[in-house]
């Protein structure tokens, strides 16, 4: 129990970190990975119609969606 509460602080404690990271950081700006853009413009190349900037579920459930 006490190594399983041990880690589950230090899982807290990165989780912590990492969100004040992404969340103090201008999306524009931040590169998680090396392929960032390549994710992007592939994503881009296979949703060009797709609004990122605010996601509805019921649009992403309708039929031209799927």
Known sequence: PRVELAWAMKAHQHAQ?????????DPKFLNL??????IYSDFRRTFRELKI???DPE???????K
């Open 17 to 25: 970190v990492y969100f004040n990271l992404i969340s103090s950081v």
């Open 33 to 38: 990975t090396k392929v960032d853009d390549q």
């Open 53 to 55: 900037d605010v996601l």
């Open 59 to 65: 649009d992403l459930k309708s039929e031209p969606a």
